[in-house]
């Protein structure tokens, strides 16, 4: 099953007023006019005027202190100096994910300063594949055995009252800090630090975990009498990590402290940072990263501190691998999570195309959520896939895996993930559900569960009503691209980039800038399949190209990450990338400024123009056999842009020409080659290709426009096309549509023959008539 076209939004707020740019300009006087930049702020309203130069330079904003979060935050500061003066043991209980991690390595090491870790200090992380997120009775067992009398989680505990009070029965009192959804009521911890306690609209309101436990840091190093050896902005490049891999809105102090994370991220890459961390310098390594951009974090370091729970199920010697001196060692682990990721990419991708092929037997017309299960699915994947899905088909995604039978007379589980789409709160919906739930916590956007598997039909069937009440009954969802800017070739470059970068990091609210081009082509695309460390291939394709468009002398490098050459249209079309830039000193050969290609749509009605080596025969204007100039009012002829086949067609245009008293005006070329006819056979192929997999509807004119076709070899070639697995099928307006059928894919080439015998011979003849003199033609 192919992904679903998605819909392009364009900006509908007007070019923005000149002192709003005077004003980007003037927050960042490096740039110049800053005029890109100032029309993407002003279409998504992200700050006020007096806000602007905070969100755009950290050095400019005021960031909260950690006292906003109330008396809870002075209570868990008093309880961990009364721990430190008393010398008891404290244990920190961490997620199992990046920013469960990342919260888990900087409680660590801010409190490892202060109280001696390993021997008074602890710490406990899930094991994703046998636990779930949240506190547990065997993992609190085993930190009263370790003899410890306080424990403050990070990134989880909010909902687990029944945990907490079973802690302060084995001795230990409980601090949270978390970012999750609230409980309804009391929790018995003695302190909960959460962000969603604060009023709609703080800055400190969309913290992630690693920035609600960065703040509790905060809060206790102010009220310290002397500062530990290390300043707080030690562990910033870990608080950034953590908050650019969630999903958090990055707003206010979550905006702050993500870019002067990522100014202290960048120097572990260089020669003697100030506060080095091996392991991240290895990892940047091995990601071929700099640690300069956000997408460092969402594309390397992330993903590889998340594959490593999601492949071994332990996710604690994450923890060493960014905190411990020891180079050697992180070396070691580095490798051990590049691995990781490798057997990830591959289990990510193997899952995707079977899920795909099982919802290719599903009715999407009536299914607004999807829910499925296998016994063989690997758990710890589970989300990723079901996020993947859920953006392809525009739907919410439960992807389950069961639990072997019970040796008991238990019920059988099921646990797995669910992504959501924009508008539908995933929180909500298994709240309404739980009943037939046996746990349920996340995010509005991915959340996770367990219930019993007799209730995965009731679920399902439940959660399609709500759906579809939600959505509208009869509102089929589609993907949704949201346009920024439409730009040229030559717009694109340095300065561009460098105005969009001040955007980062960008996030939820704030997405990469997405660029149209439009009448644009590509030259020189090729794929090729990605190989890891050892040379070997993980399977994923990318495909490079060159750009082109009528504005630059030049094309533009670019990128296509998931699909083939053959995937992109032949010939001129609109096309939606993001601007990138790879600073990897890693990686000499791949190209600097570059785009990312993600969507592409044909222009099918040709304008003239210059020709690219890919299209279909473009004509160029004008070239008048009988020296007749063209009326500036191109109504005010009758415009023939191609050669005739046969006498009977200029004889037609010629009774046209005499019923609308318009002159005929030829504008065909007659010094340019044509495609050869295996060549326009490859293009109909390829548009075959495109409009099946997005159900773009087209005439036959525009395709006999776009090839150079007759109605005679249209017709033989769409014939041609039903042995190789399309079929055409005309529709009401007069259109066709192409879709893809498997059965009619036959090995005998007799149609395609003929349909190439019969091309070669209206060339001919095109080249003849272009070629006699008009009144030759008029005879």
């Not at 989680?153 to 978390?178: F, K, L, Q």
């Not at 539908?424 to 919906?429: G, S």
């Not at 070997?536 to 094309?555: M, N, Q, R, Y």
Request: with cysteine; net charge negative.
């Amino acid at each position: 099953m192919d992904a679903l076209p998605l819909r392009w939004d364009m900006p509908t707020i007007d070019r923005c007023p000149e002192p709003w740019v005077e004003a980007v300009a003037q927050a960042l006087p490096g740039l110049g006019s800053a005029r890109w930049l100032a029309q993407v702020l002003w279409q998504r309203q992200l700050c006020s005027a007096q806000d602007l130069a905070g969100w755009l330079n950290p050095a400019a904003y005021q960031p909260a202190p950690a006292s906003a979060f109330g008396p809870d935050m002075a209570i868990a500061v008093d309880r961990l100096k009364q721990a430190i003066a008393q010398g008891e043991t404290v244990a920190i209980w961490g997620d199992f994910d990046a920013d469960g991690v990342t919260a888990t390595a900087v409680l660590w090491d801010g409190l490892g300063q202060l109280i001696p870790k390993g021997d008074r200090l602890t710490y406990y992380i899930p094991n994703r594949l046998s636990e779930s997120h949240g506190l547990s009775q065997r993992g609190i067992d085993q930190l009263a055995a370790a003899g410890a009398t306080l424990m403050v989680t990070c990134d989880t505990g909010s909902t687990n009252g029944a945990e907490i009070a079973y802690a302060r029965s084995r001795g230990m009192a409980v601090i949270v800090t978390d970012h999750h959804t609230l409980p309804a009521g009391d929790i018995g911890a003695i302190a909960l630090i959460n962000p969603r306690r604060l009023p709609p609209g703080h800055p400190l309101g969309s913290l992630s975990g690693v920035a609600v436990a960065y703040k509790l840091l905060e809060g206790l190093y102010d009220a310290l009498e002397s500062p530990p050896p290390l300043p707080l902005e030690h562990v910033l490049d870990l608080v950034a990590i953590g908050l650019i891999a969630d999903l958090v809105e990055l707003r206010g102090d979550c905006r702050y402290l993500a870019q002067v994370g990522l100014q202290r991220l960048q120097t572990q890459g260089q020669p003697n940072p100030a506060y080095p961390r091996p392991g991240l310098a290895e990892l940047l390594t091995l990601c071929k990263r700099t640690g300069d951009r956000p997408t460092d974090i969402s594309f390397g370091l992330g993903p590889r501190i998340n594959a490593v729970s999601r492949i071994h199920g332990d996710a604690s010697f994450c923890v060493e691998l960014l905190t411990s001196p020891d180079r050697d060692r992180c070396k070691t682990l580095a490798y051990e999570a590049e691995l990781a990721n490798t057997r990830r990419k591959a289990l990510q991708r193997d899952l995707y195309e079977q899920v795909m092929a099982r919802l290719a037997q599903v009715d999407l017309a009536t299914t607004r959520c999807l829910v499925l299960a296998d016994e063989q699915w690997p758990t710890g994947i589970l989300g990723l896939v079901a996020g993947q899905v859920a953006q392809a088909l525009g739907r919410p995604t439960l992807l389950l895996r069961l639990d072997p039978p019970a040796a008991d007379s238990s019920p059988r589980l099921a646990r797995g993930s669910a992504r959501s789409v924009a508008g539908l709160d995933l929180y909500q919906l298994f709240q309404a559900q739980s009943d037939l739930l046996s746990g349920f916590g996340g995010h509005p956007l991915a959340a996770g569960l367990t219930l019993p598997v007799e209730h995965i039909e009731l679920l399902a069937a439940a959660l399609n009503r709500m759906v579809r009440e939600q959505l509208g009954g009869d509102r089929a969802p589609q993907p949704v691209l949201s346009i920024d800017l439409t730009v040229t070739v030559a717009d694109l470059g340095q300065a561009l980039f460098r105005e969009l970068k001040a955007l980062e990091p960008c996030g939820m609210g704030n997405p990469v800038a997405k660029l149209l081009i439009r009448n644009a082509w590509f030259q020189r695309a090729f794929h090729k399949k990605l190989r890891d460390r050892q040379n070997k291939a993980v399977g994923f394709i990318k495909t490079e190209f060159e750009l082109w468009d009528d504005s630059s002398p030049a094309g533009f490098a670019g990128e296509w990450w998931g699909h083939y050459r053959d995937e992109l249209p032949p010939g001129r079309c609109d096309v939606v990338v993001e601007l990138d830039f790879n600073s990897a000193k890693h990686a000499p050969h791949s190209p600097g400024y570059h785009v990312k290609l993600l969507d592409v749509r044909p222009v099918l009605a040709q304008t003239p123009g210059p020709e690219s080596p890919r299209s279909a025969p473009i004509l160029t204007p004008p070239i008048l056999d009988w020296r007749q100039a063209i009326p500036a009012d191109p109504k005010a002829v009758l415009r023939v842009d191609q050669a005739p086949v046969q006498w009977s067609d200029w004889q037609a245009w010629q009774r046209q020409s005499a019923q609308t008293g318009l002159p005929l005006a030829l504008t065909f070329s007659t010094d340019r080659e044509m495609l050869t006819p295996m060549e326009v056979w490859q293009e109909l192929v390829g548009l075959a290709k495109y409009l099946a997999r997005t159900q773009t509807p087209v005439t036959q004119t525009q395709l006999m426009d776009r090839l150079g076709l007759s109605p005679t070899s249209l017709a033989l070639g769409l014939a041609a096309l039903a042995t190789v697995g399309f079929e055409a099928v005309a529709l009401e307006d007069e259109t066709l549509t192409i879709r893809t059928d498997p059965d009619s894919v036959s090995p005998a080439a007799t149609v395609v023959r003929r349909f190439l015998d019969l091309l070669q011979e209206e060339q001919f003849r095109r080249r003849y008539f272009a070629q006699v003199p008009v009144t030759t033609l008029s005879w």
